[in-house]
């Protein structure tokens, strides 16, 4: 009987290719300017992608809309604009971020709030699971808790430019994060947990491999991962959201806090009551730093198919 070899990745096509030697000249030349030099460019090129250039300018736009009803036109697009800007920021101090010391990431959080709950849910010794999403620098969130000495998994999806992909675990690797990818979350989290890890999901955007449940978000229902609500209740362990956001320093805040887990018997009532509850936490976050929110994301793109008119995707 014949058997049949697995079969390997595709080759990398020449986009690929040209598109990985274009990132690491970027990030080289990128380096030569500091980290602040660097957020400066990534802010600036945002802001020019937002305007004139237009790009998911109308999405950015309607999903702020619908967001903050209250707001005019005038001060939608004005949130928009320091929303590109952030996201330019946030995406090359990440870039720019492999290499750099421990003592440094530390140096650039200015003030940090409920880490107590860190240190407690460790004691523990059931793992934790960190929630956080789309706001803020979330790489940086990582980085922070890893040169705090506490060991740090992060569930992350794949690309599709497999270079690329590889390069990325390499820098996560580099500032002190273990990678496992969400298409291999169901297998290699409990052992994490059990090694008593952090397992980190940035847990407002689906996820390949991981059940989702519909929640609301700004008062639309939104498809939202429910893998660390399932594993925070079948393993015991703590759940803590984390978020760390730019202050006008340019320095950041980090923010901790337990999310409620109470099991009532009912497994599938309370995995979404958890996925609820961190939910909410994070709009709330949101709703103080609405301008660092990645809002080139269609957060409402799959919804259920009873959804009313008014609450569909804007």
Same mark, same amino acid.
């Given at each position: 009987m014949s058997t049949v070899?697995?079969?390997?990745e595709p080759a990398p096509t020449f986009s690929h290719r040209v598109e990985y030697a274009a990132t690491r000249a970027a990030v080289a030349g990128l380096? /030569?300017? =500091? %980290?602040?030099g660097a957020s400066t460019v990534g802010g600036w090129l945002a802001r020019l992608a937002y305007r004139p250039i237009g790009i998911r300018a109308g999405v950015v736009e309607r999903q702020i809309a619908a967001a903050f009803p209250h707001l005019s036109a005038d001060e939608v697009r004005a949130l928009s604009g320091r929303a590109y800007e952030s996201l330019g920021r946030t995406s090359i101090e990440t870039a720019v971020l492999p290499g750099t010391s421990p003592a440094d990431v530390l140096a650039r959080v200015e003030r940090v709030e409920g880490w107590h709950h860190v240190e407690a849910a460790l004691a523990l010794g059931k793992g934790i699971?960190?929630?956080? =999403?789309?706001l803020g +620098? %979330?790489?940086?969130?990582g980085a922070y808790v890893a040169a705090r000495g506490v060991r740090v998994d992060a569930v992350t999806r794949g690309a599709? +430019?497999? /270079?690329f992909e590889a390069y990325i675990t390499r820098t996560r690797q580099q500032i002190g994060m273990e990678v496992i990818h969400d298409r291999d979350a169901v297998r290699r989290t409990p052992r994490s947990l059990r090694e008593n890890h952090l397992v980190a999901f940035v847990a407002d955007h689906d996820a390949l491999g991981l059940a989702s449940t519909f929640v609301p978000f700004f008062g639309r229902p939104a498809k939202t991962p429910r893998g660390p609500a399932v594993f925070a209740l079948r393993f015991g362990?703590?759940? /803590? /959201?984390m978020i760390c956001v730019r202050q006008p320093s340019g320095r950041y805040a980090f923010f901790v806090e337990p999310v409620e887990v109470q099991p009532t018997g009912d497994r599938e009532a309370d995995v979404d009551a958890i996925v609820l509850r961190y939910t909410q936490m994070l709009e709330q976050k949101v709703r103080e730093y609405p301008e660092q929110y990645f809002w080139q994301h269609r957060r409402w793109r799959r919804q259920p198919p009873d959804t009313p008119p008014h609450l569909r995707e804007p």
């Open positions: 070899a697995p079969s390997a380096r /030569l300017l =500091g %980290w602040r699971i960190a929630v956080t =999403g789309h +620098n %979330w790489e940086f969130a599709a +430019n497999k /270079l362990a703590p759940v /803590l /959201l």
